[in-house]
T-cell receptor
Framework: EAQVTQNPRYLITVTGKKLTVTCSQN?????MSWYRQDPGLGLRQIYY???????DKGDVPEGYKVSRKEKRNFPLILESPSPNQTSLYFC????????????FGPGTRLTVL | GENVEQHPSTLSVQEGDSAVIKCTYS??????FPWYKQELGKRPQLIID?????GEKKDQRIAVTLNKTAKHFSLHITETQPEDSAVYFC????????????FGKGTHLIIQP
């Protein structure tokens, strides 16, 4: 089944404790991205990747890192999480780029205490 | 980057009536105009899209119309049903590889029984 998966789905952590949210797609998509969703602010792009080893900042990249070593995986890294990073995170992928359908993962709800 | 605005932010309609959501954008080079639907607790999913060489597209009860001159496009839902209750997002783009993707802040559609 074609899909985008994320893990974990729910995470409660404490300030400063490094964490990684994994994202994987099995559709051989070139474009992958991360979004955070906050009430009243919609979906805001954190980072995106046009292909392996190519990543770029989105609108809200501060406090986040990403890597794209393989085409199928695009992990989101929070080196030192802070409470303002409490949010719902979505990974998404598309075949080529931004004029293709974005396929979203199920979401990761992160709480930083 | 693209400046995207959606109106209204909340729309309440009686079941069976029509709903219209408008998305305005700033980049005159935009040529792809999608609408995503996010049900409560679920991931966003594409419901309809249109490209700039087409003025209108219809799929059963939903349609999208595009006015490139005025830089806006609209989502039309006719004969609304309870399952149409959701948040709807637009995400216009030009397809340029250097830019990320900006979503509108979303419109919460409420279908009143």
């Amino acid at each position: 089944e074609a899909q985008v998966t994320q893990n974990p789905r729910y995470l409660i952590t404490v300030t400063g404790k490094k964490l990684t949210v994994t994202c994987s797609q099995n559709m051989n998509h070139e474009y992958m991205s991360w979004y955070r969703q906050d009430p009243g602010l919609g979906l805001r792009q954190i980072y995106y990747s046009m292909n392996v080893e190519v990543t770029d900042k989105g609108d809200v990249p501060e406090g986040y890192k990403v890597s794209r070593k393989e085409k199928r995986n695009f992990p989101l890294i929070l080196e030192s999480p802070s409470p303002n990073q409490t949010s719902l995170y979505f990974c998404a992928s598309s075949l080529v780029g931004l004029t293709d359908t974005q396929y979203f993962g199920p979401g990761t709800r992160l709480t930083v205490l | 980057g693209e400046n995207v605005e959606q109106h209204p932010s909340t729309l309440s309609v009686q079941e069976g009536d029509s709903a219209v959501i408008k998305c305005t954008y700033s980049d005159s080079a935009s040529n792809y105009f999608p609408w995503y639907k996010q049900e409560l607790g679920k991931r966003p999913q594409l419901i309809i899209d249109i490209r700039s060489n087409v003025g209108e597209k219809k799929d059963q009860r939903i349609a999208v119309t595009l006015n490139k001159t005025a830089k806006h496009f609209s989502l039309h839902i006719t004969e609304t049903q309870p399952e149409d209750s959701a948040v709807y997002f637009c995400a216009p783009h030009s397809g340029g590889g250097a830019d990320g993707l900006t979503f509108g802040k979303g419109t919460h559609l409420i279908i009143q029984p």
